[in-house]
């Protein structure tokens, strides 16, 4: 069927977000939580970008599916994206892996997990399916892949980041032609293919593939049934595609969607603690590659009915204050000076301390005295009175978890070890 082009193809698209990664570089961080519902930026989790250009985009069918440590995604999803209604044409859908098809109990891979669920798709009728990982923080207008996806006539359309050629090792790379049709999908290559006329930079797929949704179906379907199948789409189901139909690359920078203030097309993984930590301190910069505050592109949240920060005490050595920082609501710097931070909600930070390129989770509690500089605190940690962090690499190795690029990890059981 041709699509209708006198409206929004986004109407009659579903985004389907794969939220089931275990996100195990980021260390403790996940222990509790998956990748996706890890905080960013003060008040989001990295799953709100996925979903927020999704509704930004004019997609009014979502659903997430969920594996590892699933709870706060839920629990956060529930509470930030329970506003779509079905009386409207509107739908979330939140997809635990929940033995539907087979009697396995998890999703084998990421195949898998849109096959799993295959007849609630239907039940929407979907013409598009738009599939996302929900682990990346970027602005993207997905309308404008999707009108490449049916100008072209492509049987996939996989979102695509122009990067240097040898920073692309670790990514699934797509080798293309000089109109962009991928003739090669390699999955983390050792020497990547360079882009026709650009030949110090490979196109990295982005993990968000477009396919008309009878298409997507029947691949599914027969990707369940062969034995040898890993059922994913980077080792699977795209590289099928390239060999035996219509594969197409669409470049980040055609969709990218970016304030008046962002020079640059942003897009960052935040699965390391040294990517986590720079991406959240970046912010704080006087004009950010990443723009907040950019009211044409809102990046939608549970939004927590909380009081506003509060700063107190102005005497020499004991003056609340924060430069270069953001300050989440329902913190109160008491006396403690902050430079380059980020602070969630709910922080309580005592005098005489001094915090320094510090992202700090919330519900965090720090004492008197308490001097940190690099560190990422995970939410509801409380760091004693008089402590130290940043100073000493050595001390800090043994007591707590030290990133390549310096970054301390403070979390509970680690100040809990300490106090023993």
């Not at 599916?65 to 629990?75: E, V, W």
């Not at 996989?158 to 050629?165: D, I």
């Not at 592109?297 to 509060?310: C, D, G, R, S, V």
């Not at 309580?348 to 390129?357: A, H």
Request: a negative charge; glycine letters at 8%; proline letters at 5%.
């Amino acid at each position: 069927m041709e699509h209708r082009r006198n409206q929004p193809l986004a109407r009659d698209a579903m985004a389907y977000v794969l939220a089931g990664g275990r996100g195990s570089r980021l260390k403790e961080l996940t222990d509790r939580r998956a990748k996706p519902a890890v905080h960013f930026g003060g008040k989001t989790r990295i799953i709100d970008f996925a979903l927020s250009n999704a509704l930004n985009s004019g997609i009014r069918r979502l659903a997430v599916a969920t594996q590892y440590k699933a709870h706060s995604l839920i629990r956060h999803m529930q509470r930030g994206w329970n506003f779509l209604r079905p009386e409207r044409n509107e739908s979330f859908d939140i997809l635990p892996a929940s033995q539907r098809v087979s009697e396995t109990q998890w999703y084998e891979g990421t195949a898998d997990a849109v096959y799993q669920n295959i007849d609630i798709i239907e039940s929407y009728n979907p013409e598009f399916m738009i599939i996302l990982a929900g682990d990346h923080i970027y602005k993207m207008d997905y309308e404008l892949m999707l009108g490449q996806h049916v100008d072209q006539g492509a049987d996939v359309t996989v979102g695509c980041l122009e990067v240097p050629r040898m920073e692309a090792t670790g990514f699934g790379v797509m080798h293309v032609d000089g109109e962009d049709r991928i003739i090669d999908f390699v999955e983390k290559p050792a020497d990547p293919p360079g882009i026709p006329g650009k030949p110090d930079f490979a196109l990295a797929s982005m993990g968000i593939y477009v396919f008309r949704t009878k298409f997507l179906m029947e691949r599914l379907r027969q990707d369940a049934a062969d034995p040898a199948s890993s059922r994913d789409f980077g080792k699977d189901i795209i590289p099928a595609i390239v060999k035996g139909g219509k594969a197409v690359a669409h470049r980040f920078t055609k969709s990218c969607v970016r304030a008046t203030t962002e020079n640059e097309a942003y897009w960052r993984d935040v699965g390391t603690i040294d990517a986590y930590w720079e991406a959240n301190i970046d912010l704080t910069d006087t004009v950010p590659e990443l723009d907040l505050y950019d009211k044409e592109w809102p990046i939608w949240t549970y939004a927590e009915l909380k009081p506003p920060a509060k700063f107190v005490h102005d005497e020499d050595g004991r003056r609340g204050m924060a430069v270069s920082s953001l300050i989440s609501g329902d913190c109160i710097v008491s006396g403690a000076s902050l430079k380059r931070s980020l602070i969630f909600t709910g922080a309580r930070i005592n005098s005489y301390s001094t915090l320094d390129e510090v992202v700090m989770l919330p519900d965090c509690l720090v004492g008197r005295n308490v001097r940190l500089k690099r560190v990422v605190i995970d939410g509801g940690v409380r760091i004693p009175e008089g402590l130290v962090v940043g100073e000493d690499p050595v001390l800090d190795a043994k007591r707590f978890r030290v990133s390549e690029k310096g970054v301390c990890l403070i979390t509970q059981p680690m100040i809990d070890r300490l106090e023993l």
